[in-house]
């Protein structure tokens, strides 16, 4: 159990002390998809989605949820953020919408948990947003990419895309 920082000697879960880290600047960016139907993927580009522009409700939605990751995830400590942005790119084969989170603080700890939220709950709100016309879409391919910053310095995933 001495591996996993989250766990005492005892096995008991426990939250990290970071009080005698140094501040760093750190990054994470985290990417995930949300595979639909053609027509539901051509309604969000149209932007005629009978209940409104989904990719700006899903962008503030993002950033929303990574700022209050702390309160979801037990164990992360709550962090100020420097920049949240939250990317979307439409893909056509197979028809998709892509989520890229970018994730900044200047702190004791990373922001990977932040990453990985906002990607979540973007396309969990694309989903909501969207379930009407598709409720098969499926949100997939959810990981971080990168991480910057802090004593293990930086990380990339090595089939992460550019």
């Known amino acids: 159990m001495s591996d996993l920082t989250h766990f005492n000697q005892r096995g008991e879960a426990h939250m990290v002390d970071v009080g005698d880290k ?8 985290a990417e995930g998809r949300i595979t639909m ?14 209940k409104g522009d989904v990719l700006g409700i899903a962008r503030v939605a993002g950033i929303m949820a990574a700022k209050r990751t702390a ?11 420097t920049a949240v942005s939250i990317d979307f790119t439409l893909e056509d084969a197979p028809p998709a919408v892509r989520c890229r989170a970018r994730v900044r603080t200047a702190g004791q700890t990373g922001v990977e948990m932040e990453a990985l939220t906002a990607v979540q709950i973007a396309l969990l709100t694309i989903y909501d947003m969207c379930k009407a016309v598709d409720r098969g879409m499926v949100m997939t391919d959810i990981g971080l990419v990168e991480k910057r910053g802090g004593k293990s310095g930086g990380w990339r995933r090595q089939d992460a895309p550019a």
């Open 71 to 81: 309160e979801l995830v037990p164990l992360c400590h709550p962090l100020p953020l």
């Open 37 to 50: 139907q053609a027509e539901t993927l051509a309604r969000i580009r149209a932007g005629d989605h009978k």
């Open 22 to 29: 140094p501040v760093s600047q750190r990054e994470a960016v």
